[in-house]
Nanobody
Framework: QLQLVESGGGLVQPGGSLRLSCAAPGFTLHYYTIGWFRQAPGKEREGVACISSSAGSKYYGDSVKGRFTISRDNATVYLQMNSLKPADTAVYYC???????????????????????WGQGTQVTVSS
């Protein structure tokens, strides 16, 4: 079974940057649509950014457009986060679905989709 592992979280000051990584040891992510999601305390999990298997299609949540960039290579999916705000504080998860779906569908419906595989999450805290 596909197991996703996130890394790169931490504590950063407002305006700073972090890069998150998502990998699947022993598996190739090449054929999957992959997404990054986040969940803050007391809030629902939300789609942040999703990328197609070819990287030709990308989707971003409204709150991160222009600040976050999703990218990938054959083994890893990255989330570059710039101009971070305290409101970005959350546990960040990566997710993959098989059969694959569109980036829009993954980002909008993954929290309610039982076919989605989730990582264990990595904490991002934006605070001075």
């Amino acid at each position: 079974q596909l197991q996703l592992v996130e890394s790169g979280g931490g504590l950063v000051q407002p305006g700073g940057s972090l890069r998150l990584s998502c990998a699947a040891p022993g598996f190739t992510l090449h054929y999957y649509t992959i997404g990054w999601f986040r969940q803050a305390p007391g809030k629902e999990r939300e789609g942040v950014a999703c990328i197609s298997s070819s990287a030709g299609s990308k989707y971003y949540g409204d709150s991160v457009k222009g600040r976050f960039t999703i990218s990938r290579d054959n083994a890893t999916v990255y989330l570059q986060m710039n101009s971070l705000k305290p409101a970005d504080t959350a546990v960040y998860y990566c997710a993959a679905r098989w059969p694959i779906t569109t980036v829009q569908t993954l980002c909008r419906t993954a929290p309610r989709d039982v076919a989605v595989n989730w990582g264990q999450g990595t904490q991002v805290t934006v605070s001075s």
